[in-house]
């Protein structure tokens, strides 16, 4: 089963960017489409972004404009560009499959936006 791993979190100002990686342990080119998903405090998990490949993406209207998700099926890797952070960004940012049910969890990489 793919295992993934999330890096590149860390605490920004409002303003500022963050890339996030997620580092798969295997192929990712048999999965349709992958996502980008955030849990804040006391919060449900959430789809922010989500690519089948290219230009097909989707993003929720909370990070249209200011994320911008790719992946790179050849490095087995996802990413999240983020820019103009708010603090409502603030969560924990994970990886896994946007279509057809989850695989396992990573441990998900954190992002503290604050001044």
């Known amino acids: 089963q793919v295992q993934f791993v999330e890096s590149g979190g860390g605490l920004v100002q409002p303003g500022g960017s963050l890339r996030l990686s997620c580092a798969a342990s295997?192929?990712?080119?048999?999965?349709?489409?992958m996502g980008w998903y955030r849990q804040a405090p006391g919060k449900q998990r959430e789809l922010v972004a989500s690519?089948?490949?290219?230009?097909?993406?989707n993003y929720a209207d909370s990070v249209k404009g200011r994320f911008t998700i790719s992946r790179d099926n050849a490095k087995n890797t996802v990413y999240l560009q983020m820019n103009s952070l708010k603090p409502e960004d603030t969560a924990v940012y994970y990886c896994?499959?946007?279509?057809?049910?989850?695989?396992?969890w990573g441990q998900g990489t954190q992002v503290t936006v604050s001044s």
């Open positions: 896994n499959k946007a279509y057809g049910g989850y695989l396992g």
């Open positions: 295997r192929s990712i080119l048999s999965i349709y489409r």
């Open positions: 690519i089948i490949s290219g230009d097909n993406t």
